[in-house]
T-cell receptor, first 118, second 112 residues
Framework: GAVVSQHPSRVICKSGTSVKIECRSLDFQATTMFWYRQFPKQSLMLMATSNEGSKATYEQGVEKDKFLINHASLTLSTLTVTSAHPEDSSFYIC??????????????FGPGTRLTVL | LAKTTQPISMDSYEGQEVNITCSHNNIATNDYITWYQQFPSQGPRFIIQGYKTKVTNEVASLFIPADRKSSTLSLPRVSLSDTAVYYCLVVLPGSSASKIIFGSGTRLSIRP
């Protein structure tokens, strides 16, 4: 149980294009999902908290107009990197919190998406 | 901003017990302590979670002293496949209930 998937697992795009990454909770409902970014040999950095049916909460320094987050259902959140540039190349990881276990501070992580911007 | 502190790296050998300690001086009363394992190019994987004293599951034990300002992850009889980065997490005081911050993690290398 508690499986989170991400699609795509890898994406290569040209500078200036937009890329959408999907995060799905496969066997549970998630009112809260999180998006992280991880550069090589570094820790995960929280980018934003995605709440179903409402606007995402972005961490300081993360541009909300560049990283568009949509949490339209209890099982799907999407992150769109708009006008991507080489410095946006990173490993993007999502996580989800089980709606039924909100009080346990558990997060179930997806396998990550490797974005390379040429 | 409070954060967790862990050793940057540790080395050990197959079959040994490995203990990784994390400091979290500003832990809040209702916070839980959670440890994750991450392999390269994969998302973190839950290992264990605890609130106080000792918690044990099939892969690890977690020791938390009474003041809860630190915790120790214990991996019994490690193997080569335990080579990974280990993260200690607590919910930071003053943040929203749902937000957690990853520290730098401990890069554990197991040798034959």
């Amino acid at each position: 149980g508690a499986v989170v998937s991400q699609h795509p697992s890898r994406v290569i795009c040209k500078s200036g294009t937009s890329v959408k990454i999907e995060c799905r909770s496969l066997d549970f409902q998630a009112t809260t999902m999180f998006w992280y970014r991880q550069f090589p040999k570094q820790s995960l950095m929280l980018m934003a908290t995605s709440n179903e049916g409402s606007k995402a909460t972005y961490e300081q320094g993360v541009e909300k107009d560049k990283f568009l987050i949509n949490h339209a259902s209890l099982t799907l959140s999407t992150l769109t990197v708009t006008s991507a540039h080489p410095e946006d190349s990173s490993f993007y990881i999502c996580s989800a919190r089980d709606k039924k276990r909100e009080g346990y501070n558990e997060q179930f992580f997806g396998p990550g998406t490797r974005l390379t911007v040429l | 901003l409070a954060k967790t502190t862990q050793p940057i790296s540790m080395d050990s050998y197959e079959g040994q017990e490995v203990n990784i300690t994390c400091s979290h001086n500003n832990i809040a009363t209702n916070d839980y302590i959670t440890w994750y394992q991450q392999f390269p190019s994969q998302g973190p994987r839950f290992i264990i979670q605890g609130y106080k004293t000792k918690v044990t599951n099939e892969v690890a034990s977690l020791f938390i002293p009474a003041d809860r300002k630190s915790s120790t992850l214990s991996l019994p009889r490690v193997s080569l496949s335990d080579t990974a980065v280990y993260y200690c997490l607590v919910v930071l005081p003053g943040s929203s209930a749902s937000k957690i911050i990853f520290g730098s993690g401990t890069r554990l290398s197991i040798r034959p």
